[in-house]
C-alpha cells in the first residue's frame, strides 16, 4: 500500500520546492535555519501536494489500559492517509463514545453512536520527524554544530523506539532531515548513524535516501531526507 522510495521522494521534492521559493524571497534565512515544527509544514505541504491525506500531532491508535486524556496521549509528527478526504479511525476515541453513549438514554444504540472512520490506523503510515545540521547559526552566527551526533544518532534512536511500541502503526517511519555541506558527507554520516541503531538491535529497515541541493547560507548546500522504516516483526 506504501511505497517508501515515494514517500521519500515527495519529502525530497517538498524540501527542493521549499528551498525555491525561499530564493525567490531572497530570504535571508535558509531551510536549515527552520525548527522541527517549521520542518513539519514543510512536509505536510509535499504530501498534500502529491494528494495524500495529512494529520498533524495525531495521537497514536494504541488503545491504553485506562481512558486517558486527550493531553496524556503521545502523538505522531505526520500521519498520512491515502487522499485528503480519508478519516482515520482512532480506537481509544471510539471507545470513549460508546462509553459515554452507553451512560445515556440511547445505552442500546451505543454501537451506532460511534463516529464511522474510513482507515484503519494498521492502514494508514506514521512518520516521526527529526532534523539536525552540520552547521547551525546560533544567534545568527554560523558555526559548526556541537551537539550533531547526539542529534543525529540519539534522538532518531527514541523514534525508532517510540514507534516500534506502536504495534498499530504497522506502517511507520523515522524521517531524518540531515542539513549538511555536501552529499558525500551527508550520505557517510547518515551510513553511520543507520549502523550504530543496527548494532542497538533497533527494529529498522533499509532506509531510502535522498540528497537535494540548498542554498549555502551557513556553510550546509544539501538536505539529506532518510525515511528509516521501522520493522514490526509477526507476533
Known amino acids: 500500500m506504501w511505497s517508501i522510495d515515494e514517500i521519500a521522494d515527495r519529502a525530497a521534492d517538498g524540501i527542493a520546492d521549499a528551498n525555491a ?9 535558509g531551510l536549515d535555519h527552520l525548527d522541527e515544527t517549521e520542518l513539519h509544514t514543510v512536509l ?3 504530501f498534500l501536494h502529491a494528494d495524500l491525506g ?3 500531532e495525531h495521537p497514536f491508535p494504541s488503545p491504553p489500559k485506562r481512558r486517558p486524556k486527550a493531553s496524556e496521549r503521545e502523538r505522531c509528527d505526520l500521519v498520512l492517509l491515502p487522499d485528503p478526504d480519508t478519516t482515520l479511525g482512532d480506537p481509544v476515541k ?7 453513549a452507553a451512560q445515556t438514554l440511547f445505552a442500546s444504540q451505543a454501537e451506532r453512536l460511534v463516529t464511522p472512520a474510513d482507515l484503519d490506523p494498521g492502514d494508514a503510515f506514521w512518520i516521526e520527524i527529526k532534523s539536525t545540521g552540520q552547521f547551525v547559526a546560533r544567534d545568527d552566527v554560523p558555526s559548526a554544530n556541537s551537539r550533531y551526533t547526539t542529534e543525529l544518532v540519539r534522538a532518531p534512536a527514541r523514534d525508532i523506539r517510540k514507534l ?30 543507520v549502523h550504530r541503531w543496527l548494532d542497538d538491535a533497533l527494529p529498522i529497515r ?17 538536505a539529506a531526507i532518510a525515511l528509516v522504516p521501522i520493522r514490526h516483526d509477526p507476533g
Open 21 to 29: 521559493a525561499l530564493r525567490d524571497e531572497n530570504a535571508v534565512r
Open 206 to 222: 533499509s532506509p531510502a535516501i535522498r540528497v537535494t541541493a540548498i542554498d549555502d547560507r551557513i556553510g550546509n548546500s544539501v
Open 164 to 193: 516500534a511500541r506502536e504495534p498499530m502503526a504497522v506502517h511507520a517511519a523515522v524521517a531524518v532531515v540531515l542539513f549538511a555541506a555536501d552529499e558525500p558527507t551527508a550520505r557517510h554520516d547518515l551510513g553511520i548513524a
Open 44 to 46: 505536510e505541504a509535499a
Open 94 to 100: 471510539t471507545r470513549a463514545e460508546r462509553d459515554d
Open 54 to 56: 495529512v494529520l498533524r
